[in-house]
């Protein structure tokens, strides 16, 4: 390997006029800024497979030496420009896992695949660096190899035109000129392992990344690379001391940007066509519903549950209009109950079945922590840095959020226009940029008061259950599904579950003897396994497998509606909104001055989640174009959970309040108007308003809550003890 060191400066030569001219003359031609020549290891390989080998084990010296003979030729044709190799698609057996990476990779040439954690500012770097000598004014060029020091000459050299002057013996100085040294951009990008790579337990691998010339800017944090490196290592800096560890700095040769869906998990041909066998089952979407948490024993609404989380993992289709405005097409589901419904086995499950998946506690999590924040000195240089959150981590994946309740008040609203534009604006320490946060969050909560109230469960409206949460209104609207479980003591349940759980603990494997060795953890059974059973007998899919299905539907499935599931969606949407109007036309029962507010079943928001579900559905069945069938499973699971949660006026979605309380504001207000306006001094005594609002069926509480607000917004005030006149 040391001949085609020494010898590579004539390979690179012979590598580039023979097989590289066409780019050659396209780099001369376009005279860009930042050019590079991108060099493919395997093409390479084809040409000269000794020295391709010789890249991997001595990278720096050979790649180095390759810009070099490259710069040659283009100077040798007329045009002087400083352009770099840049060697792409390594061999798979490069491939290293960053936990993995110790001395055996210092300096030599791999790959790793990561997600990018924060990104540091552009910094200007010396690569070549001319000092000029004060005493005969000679310039000798030092080339600048640490990032982390500068190297300043000790001695005029002699031999080559210097006075050979020295600055221990004569004291002289060397000074920088910087309009004749070379820089180069520079910065420092973290990199984290990909989630589903970490093994259970374990800590993310993480690595310091140097970008230089024309990488910087490449990326955002959120982004999933396969990043080819050349591990570096320097010490360790302790009180001004140097110490016998070092760090890792991995030098950045190139970048390959995932740009295909899902590609980090492996498909073969076999698994597409046990794949293609099971999307046409008529039970599909029961199977696929029993195959989320199948631990979980499903009784009361937790099927229904079970099936609205089966079309989450698949989600809709994202599109892009001429006008550049985005179509969501990830579906958001909201999980509300008390304590023990197993909210939080549900979202765990969730997040470690769905590719891209990632889990988090709002107990834990901070509005930076969800979104991104800017963190200072995150690279040591004093600096902000921009650290992605929780959802541009997920990006084309789930985000599950446990204790949703317990994000702050602040937090909650970075939440907004994360889940419906799907986008991060961030403008923090001097750091402007968007990030993409193309994924479904599946989100938990409790009530406050530690269980939600059971006063006419049949009847009330699930916002009345949400507003003891005490999460935003608004936020409700963001959500797809809002479903609301609660703990109910029916004797044929609880028997069945008890019995569930007793089996379901009895199959289980001591934790204990599998870290010993002595047993074999029930999950790795089923590592080759495509169906299942559970205790209660019922097929699932395995963990596996059924990331392989979801992964393989998103990636090459995007159905469109035909005319006929479309006219189904529309007649329905349609039909909502005339049975809203007959409905409210028949509650105009009071003035015409207090019936404004109408009622309205469904929203255009409605007609949108109508719409992703149907893609969905059609996307599980591996269907690209939706048909009636998937409009109409859609209707009846957006029927279904929309009756169970006995939501009657979308509007009160938007808002948390209900038509009734609306028309019986605008009643109260009526009320004051006429009995002030009959007054000859236009004051009116509370217990008149009293007695004309008990005539409407609205209680004195209400009143009084009204009368408080309009008095605190400045439009009532009170002349005297329970009296009310308007301001003039």
């Known amino acids: 390997m040391t001949i085609a060191i020494h010898d590579s400066h004539s390979r690179w030569r012979t590598f580039l006029e023979d097989a590289k001219e066409d780019e ?5 031609a376009r005279q860009l800024t930042n050019p590079v020549m991108e060099i493919s290891f395997h093409e390479l390989e084809s040409f000269d497979p000794d020295f391709a080998e010789s890249i991997i084990e001595h990278p720096e010296t050979i790649l180095k030496s390759g810009s070099h003979v490259l710069r040659e030729i ?5 045009e002087s420009i400083f352009v770099d190799i840049r060697l792409i698609e390594l061999p798979r057996d490069r491939r290293v896992a960053l936990r993995d990476v110790g001395r055996d990779q210092i300096g030599m040439l791999c790959s790793t695949e990561a997600v990018i954690t924060k990104i540091s500012e552009i910094k200007p770097r010396i690569h070549l660096a001319k000092f000029k000598c004060e005493s005969c004014d000679f310039i000798q060029e030092i080339e600048q190899n640490n990032e982390r020091e500068l190297k300043i000459p000790v001695v005029c050299p002699q031999a080559t035109g210097g006075c050979g002057s020295s600055t221990k013996s004569e004291g002289v100085r060397f000074e920088l000129q910087m309009d004749q040294s070379r820089l180069v951009n520079n910065q420092w990008m973290e990199i984290q392992e990909l989630p589903e790579q970490v093994p259970s337990g374990a800590q993310p691998g993480r690595g310091l990344l140097l970008i230089e010339g024309d990488q910087v800017n490449k990326h955002l944090p959120g982004e999933r690379v396969t990043a080819n490196v050349i591990p570096t290592v320097r010490s360790e800096v302790k009180k001004g001391k140097k110490t016998p560890l070092f760090d890792i700095i991995y030098q950045l040769v190139s970048s390959e940007q995932e740009s295909t869906p899902f590609n980090e998990i492996s ?19 029961t199977l696929m519903r029993d195959s989320i948490a199948p631990g979980i024993f499903s009784v009361g609404q937790i099927p229904l549950v079970k099936r609205s989380l089966a079309l989450q993992l698949f989600g809709g289709v994202a599109r892009i209009n001429p006008d550049r405005t985005r179509l969501r097409g990830d579906i958001h589901i909201l999980i509300m109950g008390d304590p023990g419904v197993a909210k939080s086995q549900l979202l765990q499950y969730m997040s470690k079945i769905s590719p891209r998946g990632k889990l988090a506690s709002g107990g834990g999590v901070s509005g930076a922590g969800l979104t991104a924040a800017a963190v200072k000195d995150a690279f040591s240089d004093g600096r902000f840095a921009l650290e992605a959150g929780i959802l541009p981590l997920s990006d084309r994946g789930l985000a599950a959020v446990d204790e949703f309740d317990k994000i ?7 939440m907004h226009p994360a889940m419906e534009q799907q986008q991060i604006y961030v403008a923090k320490g001097g750091i402007t940029a968007t990030l993409p946060a ?6 938990a909560a409790n009530p406050k008061k530690g269980r939600f109230s059971t006063q006419s469960n049949r009847t009330r409206s699930i916002m009345k259950h949400y507003k ?3 999460l935003p209104d608004a936020l409700a609207s963001r959500f797809d599904i809002i479903w609301m479980l609660q703990d109910e003591a029916r004797v044929e349940d609880d028997e069945r579950i008890a019995k569930h759980i007793l089996s379901t603990r009895a199959k289980a494997v001591s934790e204990a003897l599998i870290e010993e060795g002595q047993e074999l953890s029930p999950s790795l059974e089923q590592e080759e396994m495509v169906i299942a059973r559970g205790v209660d007998n019922k097929e699932y899919l395995t963990i596996p497998f059924l990331r392989k299905y979801i992964a393989y539907a998103k990636r090459n499935i995007h159905p469109n509606l035909d005319d006929q599931a479309s006219t189904k969606i529309w007649e329905y949407y349609r039909d909502a909104r005339l049975s809203s109007a007959t409905d409210d036309r028949n509650m105009m029962n009071r003035d015409d001055n207090i019936n404004d507010e109408k009622v309205i079943s469904v929203t255009a928001r409605a007609l949108e989640s109508l719409i992703r579900l149907t893609e969905a559905h059609s996307r599980m069945h591996l269907r ?5 069938e998937d409009a109409d499973m859609a209707i009846a699971i957006y029927k279904h959970w929309r009756n169970e949660a006995n939501i009657l006026d979308e509007a009160e979605m938007h808002s948390n309040v209900s038509t009734r309380n609306r028309r019986d504001r605008g009643a109260v207000r009526g009320i004051i108007r006429n009995l002030c306006s009959e007054s000859p001094n236009g004051i009116t005594p509370l217990v008149d308003i009293y007695n004309d609002a008990a005539k409407m069926n609205i209680t004195e509480e209400f009143v009084n809550d009204v009368l408080e607000k309009m008095t605190i917004s400045g439009e009532l005030f009170c002349p005297g003890l329970d009296k009310y006149s308007f301001v003039r």
């Open 24 to 28: 050659i003359t396209s780099i001369l």
């Open 438 to 443: 193309r994924c479904s969050v599946l989100a």
């Open 468 to 470: 003891e949460t005490d």
């Open 74 to 78: 283009c100077q040798e044709r007329g």
């Open 267 to 285: 498909i073969d041909e076999e698994d597409i066509e046990i794949i293609l066998s099971i999307s046409k089952r008529e039970d599909l979407l």
């Open 624 to 628: 690209q174009t939706a048909t009636t």
């Open 408 to 414: 702050s008040t602040d937090d909650r609203k970075t």
